[in-house]
């Protein structure tokens, strides 16, 4: 099985900083036809997940370019720059190899 | 505009079945692969399984942990996703997500999610 170690836990920032997420898989995630499915989401307290980023780096449709993707193989960042309010929630990674995700990272406003 | 929107959780008995739905649109139904996952209260979310679309004849995978107790269908002709489960245990209890996507493990669009509570 595919596992997906996120770290940190938790972090928190202040608002307008930068935090980084780390996700890594226990195998290589590129699939046989040489894309890599990793995915990003944010869920907000009381929500359902929302996707950020796919396919590593690709931002989903009306994401702020405030969030960033990157990585390959086995290891995968989420940046997010100048934090704003609304960012706080717990950060899931997604990996389409065996349909896993993350076990959350969850973000604070300080 | 797409919506996804559950129904069908609720309070079972171990050991009881339980059918959940998920009424789609705004979107060509048959064109996308659909998705259920579920999540307990505090946990990460768990992909439970997908039905293909049309051009890849709606066949189906499912995680493990759930193979053999849970079923996944679609019924294109009223945009309709469901996932029947049986056999149901306390470990089951989460609330459950249907989804589809844009590629692989890239999951768009959700729904607000059920409540399945598997309890005596």
């Known amino acids: 099985d595919v596992v997906m170690t996120q770290t940190p836990v938790s972090l928190s920032v202040s608002l307008g900083g930068q935090v980084s997420i780390s996700c890594r898989s226990s195998q290589s995630l590129v699939h046989n036809n040489g894309n890599t499915y990793l995915s990003w989401y944010l869920q907000k307290p009381g929500q359902s997940p929302q996707l950020l980023i796919y396919?590593?780096?690709n931002r989903f449709s009306g994401i702020s370019d405030r969030f960033s993707g990157s990585g390959s193989g086995t290891d995968f960042t989420l940046k997010i720059s100048r934090v704003e309010p609304d960012d706080l929630g717990v950060y899931y990674c997604g990996q389409g190899t065996q349909l896993t995700f993350g076990s959350g990272t969850k973000l604070e406003i300080k | 505009e797409v919506k996804l929107l559950e129904s069908g959780g609720g309070l079972v008995q171990p050991g009881g079945s339980m059918r959940l739905s998920c009424a789609a649109s705004g979107f060509t139904f048959t064109d996308f692969y659909m998705y259920w996952i579920r999540q307990p209260a505090g946990k990460a979310p768990e992909w439970l399984g997908f039905?293909?679309?049309?051009?890849?004849?709606?066949?189906?995978e499912y995680n493990p942990s759930v193979k053999g107790r849970f079923t996944i269908s679609r019924d294109n002709t009223q945009n309709m996703l469901y996932l029947q489960m049986n056999t149901l245990r306390a470990e089951d209890t989460a609330t459950y997500y249907c989804a589809t996507g844009i590629t692989i493990a890239a999951m768009a669009y959700w729904g607000q999610g059920t409540l399945v509570t598997v309890s005596s």
């Open positions: 039905i293909r679309n049309k051009a890849n004849g709606y066949t189906t």
């Open positions: 396919k590593v780096s």
